[in-house]
């Protein structure tokens, strides 16, 4: 069985995949807010507002794996020209920026509290500004006139090279020794461990993995999109020429 269904002349159905996924997610979602909200204890320097951030790190970890796929897709849509792989880069890239935005959202409600200012240039929040900005320009690429095929190619070279500000945003607390930021994942020159109670550790992890479940609900869901947007032009086209004919 081929895990990506590359045949775009057929009308596209949902798989079984797809349907569990979209029914999983909902519970987890439940779950997730339960976790964040009641389970886990109030911080104590920051009180209620730390509870955005199990949704915050969730919601970066789903864009930066996003605008991994869009490289990803990207490299494999210039080798092989399958416009398939166009499609998932261009949604995932679509869904990145949605998350990227939550970050970009959270971020400044939780500095307010810790910094006393809604926003800093410090080195992480600025490259993700300039993360956000440069997938913006990747889908306004992708929606150019023109033919498909010049933009997916434009498109894609466009995708692999914003990837690149990905692992920078990620290393610039680190790069540049950023005092506002914390570090999530660990904490020492060994960057193992991490500074977090148990359960907050349990509703973080669980979190990131409900995030990247809905990450493929949305993916399946653009890319069925896509498909029928394919589909109904086809059938335009077919309609325009019985009648010009």
């Known amino acids: 069985m081929k895990l990506i269904n590359d045949d775009l002349t057929a009308i596209p159905e949902e798989t079984m995949l797809h349907r569990v ?101 410090e080195p992480r929040l600025t490259t993700t500004l300039i993360l956000f900005f440069m997938y913006i320009a990747y889908i306004m690429i992708r929606h150019m006139d023109g033919p498909w095929e010049k933009k997916a190619r434009l498109g894609s070279v466009f995708g692999i090279i914003s990837f690149i500000n990905v692992p920078i945003v990620f290393m610039s607390i680190r790069w540049w020794n950023s005092k506002l930021h914390p570090v999530v ?15 907050m550790l349990f509703a973080l992890i669980f979190t990131v993995f409900t995030m990247t479940v809905l990450y493929f609900v949305f993916l399946q869901k653009g890319v069925y999109i896509e498909r029928l947007k394919i589909q109904a032009e086809r059938l335009k086209e077919k309609f325009q020429e019985k009648l010009a004919g």
């Open 185 to 199: 994942l660990g904490e020492g020159a060994s960057e193992s461990g991490g500074g977090l109670e148990p359960s």
């Open 21 to 121: 996924l979209m029914y999983l997610s909902i519970p987890m979602v439940l779950v997730a807010l339960y976790l964040a909200f009641i389970y886990t204890p109030i911080e104590v320097k920051m009180g209620v507002v730390q509870k955005i951030f199990y949704f915050h790190v969730a919601s970066a970890w789903v864009a930066f794996f996003a605008f991994f796929i869009v490289a990803v897709f990207s490299i494999m849509y210039l080798v092989k020209r399958k416009r398939i792989y166009d499609i998932i880069a261009g949604v995932s890239a679509e869904i990145g920026v949605v998350y990227t935005a939550i970050v970009l959202t959270t971020g400044p409600i939780w500095g307010r509290s810790a910094w006393n200012t809604w926003w800093s240039w």
